[in-house]
């Protein structure tokens, strides 16, 4: 069972950034898909970063494609995501997410999660 745990979220203005880390409890093998999620009040949950196997590009959602950027540390089991000109529309709590095969982005085709930091821009 995947642990994983989240951290880095806050308070910014519009326009700062914030850097999200989620640390994973055990290394994960290769065909593992790790990806960030968000879920705003009152909206489904959404895909916003990930990769669908060790060693793969990272896809984006469109809405944070050139303003967001995942990274990965394998050495200390922890995916990054680096958000930066961040707008109010980004508020949300935002989920790390693993799976143990890719299957899709979406939320219900991954099998484990963490317990979501709290990212709030204000205008």
């Known amino acids: 069972q995947v642990q994983l745990v989240e951290s880095g979220g806050g308070l910014v203005q519009a326009g700062g950034s914030l850097r999200l880390s989620c640390a994973a409890s055990e290394r994960t093998g290769s065909t593992y898909s790790m990806a960030w999620f968000r879920q705003a009040p009152g909206k489904e949950r959404e895909f916003v970063a990930g990769?669908?196997?060790?060693?793969?590009?990272?896809s984006y959602a469109d809405s944070v494609k050139g303003r967001f950027t995942m990274s990965r540390d394998n050495a200390k089991n922890t995916v990054f995501l680096q958000m930066n000109s961040l707008k109010p529309e980004d508020t949300a709590v935002y989920y790390c997410?693993?799976?143990?095969?890719?299957?899709?982005?979406?939320?219900?085709?991954?099998?484990?999660w963490g317990q979501g930091t709290q990212v709030t821009v204000s205008s």
């Open positions: 990769f669908p196997w060790s060693g793969a590009s990272t």
């Open positions: 997410a693993a799976a143990r095969v890719f299957r899709g982005w979406g939320p219900n085709k991954y099998d484990y």
